[in-house]
Every structure is written in structure tokens, then in C-alpha cells.
């Protein structure tokens, strides 16, 4: 495993809270829900079939972690924060929502809940 970016600086029980713990949820599965980040982490990782991935781990207000592999989701929630740190602003509450390509794959991305 090896650690791309995070929020700030974490603690190992942080960054094992975000990336290896067996409580982490899937992002996708709270699609069409609302969430408000506390933390992230964005890691790279093998997965099962031994292939390398970069995932995103989100740590919430209410203690819960969700992680995804969606390219389209790490992009549009790492271009927030980028907009809100520069404005020097908390990020707000993300909704998690989903879609289709042109090609009908289903993919899920985020956008501001307020």
C-alpha cells in the first residue's frame, strides 16, 4: 500500500481506520445519500486479483468510513476540496450520486448536498 494524499498528516490508527480496517463501507452502496467528509485518504493498493488500484477512503462526521475505486468519484471529490481549501472554507456536505455512460456503464460521482 502506499499513501498518495490525505487531509492532513493522520496517525497510524487514522490511516488504518482509512485504508485496512473491516469496518470500511462502500461508497456506492449510500448512493443517493448525503455525507459530510471529515477526513480522507487517497491510497494505492492491489486488490484480489492482484491488480493495482487507487482508491479513496472517506472518513465521515459520523465515524463511518466509505472507500471507492471510482476514478469519476476520486476526481470530482479531490477537485472540491482542492476549490473549498483554496477558498479557505470547509467542505459542506457531499451528496453521492449515480449514473450511466454513453456505453451503460453504471458509475457513481459526487456533488455538493446544499
Known amino acids: 500500500m502506499k499513501i498518495i494524499e490525505t487531509s492532513r ?7 488504518w481506520k482509512l485504508t485496512r480496517d473491516a469496518g470500511i463501507l462502500k461508497m456506492s452502496d449510500i448512493e443517493g445519500q448525503a455525507i459530510q467528509p471529515v477526513e480522507y485518504c487517497v ?9 493495482e488500484q487507487t482508491l479513496l477512503s472517506v472518513l465521515t462526521d459520523n465515524g463511518e468510513v466509505y472507500a471507492t475505486n471510482s ?13 473549498f481549501k483554496d477558498a479557505g472554507e470547509p467542505v459542506p456536505k457531499i451528496l453521492v450520486m449515480g449514473g450511466t455512460t454513453n456505453a451503460g456503464r453504471h458509475f457513481i460521482t459526487c456533488a455538493l448536498a446544499d
Not at 43 to 51: F, P, S
Open 9 to 15: 498528516p493522520l496517525t497510524a490508527k487514522e490511516t
Open 43 to 51: 491510497y494505492e493498493d492491489t486488490n484480489t486479483e492482484g491488480t
Open 71 to 83: 476514478e469519476t468519484f476520486r476526481r470530482e471529490f479531490m477537485d472540491m476540496q482542492k476549490v
